[in-house]
Structures are given as C-alpha cells and as structure tokens.
C-alpha cells in the first residue's frame, strides 16, 4: 500500500453527526480465518484478508497480508468519540496509520472543567499483514495452497493481520500512545538474505535455505495509556513452509506472554463490557509510610479502583487525615489497635489534578517509640464518603547522641634529625591530650557519616607546638 515517499500519513480527522445511541461492545480476531467449508482453491484469498473490512473505518488494503513475492500491508487504528450530548451528538473519528519509528499521540477530547471528567473511547486496531515468500532460486512450483498428509494447509501467502474493537472510559486530556504494526517484507535485507524483513514492531524475520526464503511476519498494532497496553491487534505469519517456497516464514508480532494465535488483546481490567465482573472497590487504596522517624511520619496513597472514575458519583475531590494514639495489642493482627474516640483530625486535603500522582501528608510532633493509626478517608464531589482506610505504624525510638574519643594514629618523629620527620611508622601516641567528652569548638573541625555513625575529626582541647630537645633529641610538646 503507497502512503506517500516516506510511507508516512498523518492523522486525519473527520467530524460527523450520528444518532445517540451507541451500542458498546469488544471483539477480538485473528486475520485470514478459514472456513471449514473452504475449498482449498478459496484458502489463498481467505488467507491474506484481515477481519472487518466490511467496516466503514475501513481503509483497502489496510492489514491484508501479502501474495507471492509481494509484502504485506501496514495496520491502522481508528478512534471514535463523542463530544456532543444525547440531544446533539458529534462523533469524531480520527484515523492513524502508518509511521515507522514512530509512537503517535492522540489527546483524549473534551471538555475536563466540569462533570463528567472520562470520554467514552472506541477504538479499532488492525495489525500488519504478514509478507508473502518470495520463492527463491529453486525449482518453481505452484504456490496455491498444499495440504500434506496430517490435512495441515501450508501457505506461500502472508496472512492477515489481527482485528481488535473495544471501548474505554479515560481521563479527558489524557494522552494514548499508539504504535501502528508494519506489514512484513518479502524479501531480506541483503542481497544473500532470502528470508524477509519482519514488519515493523514486532514482526520476524522469515527464514532462508538454499533455494528460498520465507515472508516476514507482520508487526502488531498497539495502543497505551498511562504506560499500560490497552489494546494490541497481533501481526500476520509471512508465507513459507510449501514446496514453492520450503523456508518458514516469520512469527507475526505478538504482546510477550500472549497466544499469538487469539489476534490480539484488549485489558478487560479497563474495557467497558457488561460481562465483565467488577473488581473489589479499594478507595482509597492503603495507604504506606514513605518517611518514618521518632517525631514524624510521611504518608502516601492514590484513589484506588476510583483512580480514574470521572463521574460525580465516584470521582475522589478530597480527603480527610485523622490521627489517633493507639496501644499495642498482640492479639490484634495488625498488633495496634485505636479507639474511634482517639481520632483527632489533622488534614483536609484537596485532590490533585494528576490522577497519576500520589497524595502525601507529613505528620510531626510524635511521640517517640509509640503506636499510632493514621485513618485516610475519600470524598466524592458531592460530599459522600468512597471509603476508608488505615495504616498502622510506630515510631522510632529517640537517637541518643554518644561522643566516643577515637585514638589518632600518627606518624612517629625521627631521633636522629633536630627536626621532626615523618617515617613510615604509626603510633597511637599523640601530640596533645583530648577532650574526653564532647568536641572542643574551635575552629578547624571536619565531619563526615559513616554507616550511620557522624565522625568529627579535630576538636583538641590544648593547641599544641611540638619542637625536638636537642640534647635528648626527644619530643617537648607546650601548649
């Protein structure tokens, strides 16, 4: 399929007025599906062609895989969303092809100053076709489909790529990434290479022998959010393993763990589908100590499973931040227990923009080596309470400052020389008396931390002058 010089076509955009009602659903499929019914005639034709290309956001040739010596096409994906009302909807649909080497973007629309705060977002992906072999320089025979003695069909033809169609509800302004799947080559990269150049993506390169070389396999078509895969339509087989064409062809692009034989993925943990079960509601979601010492405590959480609702009903506008003493129970799986009486109020605070972020509040002022329950609670925008949860902790015990005298080690003075010399021998023996307690303040100190430990080099209590008796040629130490 020709794009353009450099195969590139920028998102286009089209504004079109549909009926209110939309019906949500998801579907996964793998490309080239046969019919049991199928002759073998038919298999080639239904071997290359990608799911849904009945579809309206459907553009020809888009994910078919490639015939005899030719590459297969590169995927797409097509987002859909509506920005109108019930009473006036506008639907926009906005197209994404192929662009190697490159992760698009498209920004959520709509508007995020009120009510609701998600867009409702379809999305269809297909991935790239895988490329059919190219051959070789063997003897040619016919490259329609064979069925050897298992009843297995091998195919000279790349395959189509992968089809996926589901729906999310995400954050307006939020951004998803989207990597579009090449179609697989059909021929190497180097002129000794039979084997083709797997598609961008994902794709593998197809296999070399002597006489011929396999397609490459075609990339897959992914779209994320938030770093996390929402959707992925996997990538075509190249053609190969026939008698045609006796090199394998490349594996199409798959997400690592995922069966490459289902055509794709979608995270159900997000997709809208009314078969899904909900998961347990954690709001807010436990909270943890990212800072502890004998006077204070950092604490940290996010909304939980209500991270990313938008509704009025269940999006999280604030918390609260109570704090109590408790006292140690050993019963108590948590081993503190507090009195809902003890719970004195500390925070009111208001919810970030950033639904990735963190909200975090520092308490001070603690009592050194005691239990306490740190209680955070969620808020909706009508005032209703999303949940509650509680941390358990207890406070270090006071650091008890302790100054230990550390002998010095110090170069030993010639006896032969009525200046002192330094030697290469050590002494603990030293110039001055020292200061049995704390350091001294004078000036000249230097300080350093060591396995928790803070040395302080320096803080003599006499300021020494050492000069050599020349008659006992010994050490005079004044001060």
């Known amino acids: 399929m020709q794009y353009n010089t450099l195969s590139i076509i920028i998102a286009i ?3 079109t007025l549909l009926p209110s009602s939309l019906v949500y659903s998801w579907q996964i499929q793998n490309g080239g599906i046969l019919s049991s019914t199928t002759s073998l005639e038919e298999y080639q034709t239904q ?15 888009i994910a078919y895989g490639g015939k005899v010596q030719s590459s297969g096409e590169d995927g797409m994906v097509v987002f859909t969303t509506n920005i109108g009302n019930d009473n006036t909807p506008m639907i ?13 973007e498209y920004t959520i629309p709509g508007n995020n100053s009120s009510a609701p705060y998600e867009q409702q977002v379809t999305m269809k992906l297909w991935g790239g076709g895988g490329g059919g072999c190219n051959g070789g320089r063997g003897e040619v025979t016919s490259p329609s489909p064979e069925e050897d003695e298992d009843g297995i069909t091998n ?16 954050p307006i302004g939020d951004k998803l990434y989207i990597v579009i799947g090449g179609g697989g080559k059909s021929e190497g990269s180097l002129s000794n290479s039979l084997g083709g150049i797997g598609g961008w993506h994902g794709g593998m390169n197809g296999r070399s022998d002597l006489s011929s070389g396999g397609g490459g396999g075609g990339g897959f078509t992914s779209v994320s959010w938030d770093s996390t895969v929402v959707a992925a339509a996997f990538g075509g087989d190249g053609g190969g393993n026939t008698t045609y064409c006796t090199a394998q062809g490349g594996a199409g692009g798959v997400l690592r763990g995922r069966n490459k034989d289902s055509g794709g993925y979608i995270n159900f943990d997000l997709a809208l589908n009314g078969n899904i079960i909900e998961e347990e509601v954690i709001c807010p979601e436990v909270p943890e100590i990212e800072m ?8 940290t959480w996010n909304a939980g499973t209500h991270r990313h609702k938008t509704t009025k009903e269940y999006y999280v506008q604030k918390y609260t931040v109570q704090l109590a ?13 507090c009195s809902d009486e003890d719970y004195r109020l500390h925070e009111h605070i208001q919810r ?39 941390k358990y902790f207890t406070t270090k015990s006071t650091p008890v400052n302790e100054w230990h005298q550390v002998s010095v080690r110090q170069r030993a003075v010639s006896t032969t ?29 230097s300080m350093t931390v060591i396995n928790d430990n803070v040395y302080i080099f320096g803080g003599a209590t006499l300021k020494c002058v050492c000069t050599i008796d020349e008659s006992t040629k010994e050490r005079v130490c004044k001060s």
């Open 13 to 15: 955009i089209c504004i």
């Open 47 to 61: 071997r290359i062609t990608p799911y849904n290309t009945q579809s309206p956001d459907y553009y020809h040739p």
């Open 92 to 104: 926009i649909k906005s197209n994404y092809f192929m662009k190697e080497n490159v992760i698009q």
């Open 155 to 170: 195919f000279s033809q790349g395959k189509g790529g992968g089809y996926v169609e589901t729906t999310f509800s995400l």
């Open 292 to 299: 502890l010492s004998h006077d204070a405590a950092t604490v």
């Open 325 to 337: 003493e408790g006292i140690i129970n050993e019963d108590d799986t948590e081993g503190i227990v």
């Open 352 to 390: 970030g923009v950033d639904v990735n972020r963190n909200t975090t509040t520092h308490v001070n002022n603690l009592q050194s080596s005691t239990p306490y329950c740190i209680r955070v609670e969620a808020f909706s925008i009508e005032g209703l309470s999303l949940g509650v949860q509680v």
């Open 417 to 445: 020389s009525e200046v002192a010399v330094s030697s290469d021998v050590l002494t603990t023996d030293s110039f001055c008396e020292h200061s049995s307690g704390s350091p001294t303040g004078r000036r000249g100190h």
